[in-house]
């Protein structure tokens, strides 16, 4: 994409839209949140005070970190293209965090659901281990349907794009389980916990409309 596609987001700009979703997300219940590194951790942070309820624990968020994108070096320039497959550099020591999925109402979150293969990669390795752990503890999913740990995805933004990996239909469809603040154009979104030069992305968002809002 061209820099006449970059759109520059402000924190303004994810602060409203977390909490425009978390006013969504409080109908799913979540009991824990999973932040897709990099671009999930601050806005499941921001959730996390939206969702805060009087006398409830404040909802824990655990992070995992995948990869897409491979920087590759050609004749002294940085080219980013997209890796052909999910590189996963960090994961949940479940044992370590004494975290327990079956059961639970399970947040995922990132910044964007843009090519949708990280999503599917996380959420595919997430039910497993959910699945794993059900297993360990002699639960028939199919006898004891209660127990099956339910997903949902919070996304800043979706783009209005082909996908180029799939979500379960149940799952896509159901709008207590799949949240997008906003679904947007295919272009570059520039966010601001990427930025050097913070002065100057919230002066471009503010001149693209990109800052406070009204909703």
Not at 62 to 77: K, M, N, P, Q, V
Request: proline share 5%; net charge negative; hydrophobic share 40%.
């Amino acid at each position: 994409m061209s820099d006449e596609d970059k759109q520059y987001i402000s924190y303004n700009n994810v602060h409203q839209l977390c909490q425009i979703g978390a006013e969504r997300i409080k109908n799913f219940k979540p009991d824990l949140i999973i932040a897709i590194g990099g671009g999930g951790f601050i806005p499941a942070r921001i959730l996390r005070t939206f969702l805060k309820e009087p006398g409830v624990p404040t909802i824990r968020i655990f992070a995992i970190i995948l990869s897409l994108y491979e920087d590759l070096h050609t004749a002294g320039s940085e080219v980013e293209q997209v890796g052909v497959k999910v590189n996963r550099t960090q994961w949940i020591d479940y044992e370590q965090c004494k975290l327990d999925l079956v059961g639970k109402n399970v947040l995922i979150v990132d910044e964007v659901d843009d090519t949708r293969t990280t999503l599917h990669y996380a959420l595919h390795e997430l039910e497993k281990d959910a699945a794993d752990q059900a297993k360990a503890k002699g639960i028939d999913l199919e006898k004891n349907p209660e127990q099956k740990t339910n997903f949902g995805i919070f996304v800043l933004h979706d783009k209005l794009k082909p996908k180029k990996a799939d979500l379960p239909a149940e799952l896509l469809n159901d709008p207590n389980r799949y949240f997008a603040a906003r679904q947007v154009p295919d272009k570059w979104y520039a966010y601001p916990w990427e930025s050097k030069d913070i002065v100057f992305h919230t002066k471009m968002a503010v001149q693209q409309g990109n800052d406070i809002f009204m909703d």
